[in-house]
């Protein structure tokens, strides 16, 4: 295996385990069994080994743009939070600690700016998506995209949370939570004239989450 591979599987396991708070480039080494220099040949800090990790060794989120006017917009809906419940759940446990310090939260936050990447992103994809399938006639021009976007982002987390919690690393019946999730806001989206193009139900069925490989799947969430 090559030596970044190594590394990224490494530190995709020491973050899980303690969290990115405590996780050091020395830990990372040491579980990669390689030395620090050679670390910092493939990744300029800690903050781009973690940018790293999340794209590469985490589950991906569907391509939104290759969802735009295929299938019904609540089976493309279900598989996007399909994806959310399952990059989330997995995670949660790395990315929770940084709150446990001011500095690196700062510090984190700074970073994610400068590499344009940031926990804003996967509900700006999806609203993204809403806003073309709007363009496209499939989602009711009064449909509030933004709001739907954060409301299924938010769910999605909460169930992911909850799961994380109590030590699990996939959500409990994750596909029918998907559905019911997105079942709560199709009516707002239908579009009168065409509702039964918007609310036939998209066949999903349930799969082990694979990480850093999409179930169907947006480029990464970094």
Same mark, same amino acid.
């Given at each position: 295996m090559a030596a970044r591979d190594r590394i990224l599987d /490494? /530190?995709?396991?020491v973050m899980h385990d303690v969290g990115l708070l405590r996780t050091t480039t020395k830990q990372i080494a040491a579980a990669a069994g390689c030395s620090e220099a050679l670390l910092y040949k493939h990744f300029a800090d800690q903050q781009e080994i973690?940018? /790293?990790v999340l794209s590469e060794r985490l589950p991906k989120l569907t391509s939104a743009d290759a969802l735009v006017g295929t299938a019904t917009v609540d089976a493309n809906l279900e598989r996007l939070v399909l994806d959310l419940l399952d990059f989330y759940v997995r995670s949660f446990p790395i990315a929770a600690s940084i709150f446990g310090s001011a500095e690196l939260l700062r510090n984190h936050r700074a970073s994610m700016q400068a590499h344009d990447a940031g926990p804003h992103l996967p509900a700006l994809r999806l609203e993204g998506y809403l806003l073309a399938e709007q363009d496209g006639g499939r989602v009711a021009g009064h449909a509030d995209a933004h709001a739907v976007a954060v409301l299924l982002c938010g769910a999605a987390l909460h169930e992911a949370f909850q799961a994380a919690y109590v030590g699990r690393t996939t959500v409990p019946a994750r596909v029918k939570t998907a559905r019911r999730l997105v079942a709560v806001v199709i009516g707002h989206l239908a579009v009168p004239a065409a509702t039964s193009s918007i609310t036939a139900s998209g066949a999903l069925e349930e799969a082990p989450a694979? /990480? @850093?490989?999409?179930? @169907?799947?947006p480029a990464s969430v970094k």
């Open positions: /490494a /530190a995709a396991e973690f940018l /790293a694979q /990480a @850093g490989k999409s179930p @169907g799947v």
